[in-house]
């Protein structure tokens, strides 16, 4: 028999890197996405199937997270097998700046989906997208039993969203995970976070296209690995005989400095010669480090991140750099 998935958050990084793992296991994909008046499915259009197409197994569907109703119109049609809770507000700086909407997003959008698959009845498999920002101030390493202490309104969003699933698998025995993850990057990050900021302005600077790049705090710690791997991580997580909360890391530090350093120097620039500081991408609260233990996921998933931070500059930089030189050739 055929496997369903939902994947709410299909048009993000993560949405689009599970779309393909799951096509090519097999799965029939559905995909959440919301109405813009600008297309926002860059990253899915390469998966574009014509509905018609009696062979079709890639399929989307309107809805927003603020939309308790649409929750479960969309589970009750779909009736999916497994449900992969991705999407949400997931900009930690923005979310000092919109903390309502971050909060009525990323942290209630999780509960109105477990209460639809609740209402209807729906025997599926669910996985919640936490996150390593849960951990905050909690100093490394960090691991499935570290308190939490959130430093932004995302993070104490996410802390709701995480305890909601876990709620829900005590209450009313629903296989319901955490996948808490720690930053993971790629050629389609979305271009405001840091990696892909840096990754960018480096082939723009090289190419002569751009003269300076603007950061915040260099001295924070974050433990960079590859998206496309941690994807694999999230389908393990819900092929498990029993539900489970899972923390995916690579277990290596890098500041933002050292970042910074390996990006410019794979276009042969000295970055201190391009970056200036701007108060304006300083957070009002910090989360100085953050460095994942992942023995759990390793013992029980067999999975562990091969790809580490100073490669990720590397492959970033070059996407940044190909993706230029073809739109200037165009
Ligand atoms: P992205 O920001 O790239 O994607 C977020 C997705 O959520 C997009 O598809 C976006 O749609 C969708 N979305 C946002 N708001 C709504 C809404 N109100 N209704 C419906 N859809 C909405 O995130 P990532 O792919 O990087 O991350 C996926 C998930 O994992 C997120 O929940 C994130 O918080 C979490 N996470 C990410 C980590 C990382 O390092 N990447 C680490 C740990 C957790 P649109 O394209 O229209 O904006
Ligand atoms: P983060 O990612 O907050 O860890 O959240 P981000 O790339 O935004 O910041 C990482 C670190 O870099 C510092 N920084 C800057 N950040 C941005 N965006 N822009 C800058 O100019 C800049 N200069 C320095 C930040 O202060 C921070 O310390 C990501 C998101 O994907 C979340 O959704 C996810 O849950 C966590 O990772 C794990």
């Known amino acids: 028999m055929r496997k369903t998935a939902l994947i709410?958050?299909?048009?993000?990084?993560?949405?689009s890197y599970l779309a393909e793992l799951l096509l090519e296991k097999g799965y029939e994909v559905h995909g959440l996405i919301r109405r813009s008046s600008s297309f926002n499915?860059?990253?899915?259009?390469?998966?574009?199937q014509d509905p018609h197409d009696p062979h079709a197994r890639f399929?989307?569907?309107?809805?927003?997270?603020?939309?308790?109703?649409?929750?479960?119109?969309?589970l009750d049609d779909i009736r999916p097998d497994e449900v992969y809770h991705l999407a949400a507000q997931s900009h930690v700086r923005v979310s000092f700046d919109e903390p309502e909407f971050t909060g009525d997003t990323t942290g209630l959008g999780t509960t109105r989906i477990l209460e639809a698959i609740r209402m209807i009845g729906l025997q599926c498999r669910f996985y919640q997208a936490s996150s390593s920002e849960m951990f905050g101030a909690t100093p490394p390493p960090q691991s499935?039993?570290?308190?939490?202490?959130?430093?932004?309104?995302?993070?104490?969003a996410k802390v709701y969203g995480y305890w909601m699933t876990r709620n829900y698998r005590e209450a009313y025995g629903m296989f319901a995970v955490n996948g808490i993850l720690?930053?993971?990057?790629s050629p389609r990050r979305g271009e405001t976070f840091v990696t892909r900021k840096i990754a960018a302005a480096a082939a723009r600077i090289a190419a002569g296209k751009q003269?300076?790049?603007y950061l915040g705090n260099l001295d924070a710690v974050r433990d960079w690995g590859y998206a496309k791997e941690y994807v694999e991580g999230m389908w393990r997580m819900l092929q498990q005989d029993e539900a489970s909360d899972y923390v995916l890391a690579t277990g290596v530090g890098t500041t933002v400095r050292e970042f910074t350093q390996d990006c410019f120097e794979s276009v042969g620039l000295d970055w201190r010669d391009h970056v200036a500081h701007d108060e304006r991408y300083v957070r009002p609260a910090e989360v100085d480090a953050l460095i994942g233990d992942a023995s759990k996921a390793r013992r029980e998933l067999g999975w562990t991140a091969t790809v580490q931070a100073s490669e990720l500059a590397r492959l970033m930089t070059e996407a940044e750099r190909r993706a230029l030189l073809s739109s200037t050739s165009r």
């Open 144 to 156: 499935e039993t570290t308190p939490f202490h959130p430093r932004s309104p995302y993070g104490a």
């Open 41 to 48: 499915t860059t990253r899915i259009d390469h998966l574009y």
């Open 211 to 213: 003269e300076t790049l």
């Open 182 to 185: 720690f930053n993971h990057e």
């Open 8 to 15: 709410t958050g299909i048009t993000g990084q993560d949405g």
């Open 59 to 74: 399929f989307l569907h309107y809805g927003d997270l603020t939309d308790g109703s649409r929750m479960v119109t969309l």
